[in-house]
Nanobody, 124 residues
Framework: QVHLVESGGGLVQAGGSLRLSCAAS????????MGWFRQAPGKEREYVGA????????YYADSVKGRFTISRDNAKNEVYLQMNSLKPEDTSVYYC?????????????????WGQGTQVTVSS
């Protein structure tokens, strides 16, 4: 069983920054790609970005490209989402997830374990 716990959410003004963390249990963290998703009220969960197992490659949705950065520390079993230039439309619950397999990083069904989420609210 894998447990993922997000932290770092909160309220921030537009243009501000937040850094989310996701701590993972288990000894195989470094073998898996990790993803970040978000879900706003009344909307479907959407892909934010992902990072490969080594941390050498990261991928982003167009909506956050150039503003968000994903990194990981395999020694600490943690993955991070640095969010800069935040906009009110970034307001969502943010989830980290472990990619169990599948052809695309952006597909929700490619991920087998999920955290409980952390709320990010961006005020205008």
């Amino acid at each position: 069983q894998v447990h993922l716990v997000e932290s770092g959410g909160g309220l921030v003004q537009a243009g501000g920054s937040l850094r989310l963390s996701c701590a993972a249990s288990g000894r195989t963290f470094s073998s898996y790609a990790m993803g970040w998703f978000r879900q706003a009220p009344g909307k479907e969960r959407e892909y934010v970005g992902a990072i490969n197992p080594s941390g050498g490659m990261s991928y982003y949705a167009d909506s956050v490209k150039g503003r968000f950065t994903i990194s990981r520390d395999n020694a600490k079993n943690e993955v991070y989402l640095q969010m800069n230039s935040l906009k009110p439309e970034d307001t969502s619950v943010y989830y980290c997830a472990r990619r169990g397999g599948g052809p695309y990083y952006s597909l929700i069904r490619s991920y087998d374990y999920w955290g409980q989420g952390t709320q990010v609210t961006v005020s205008s």
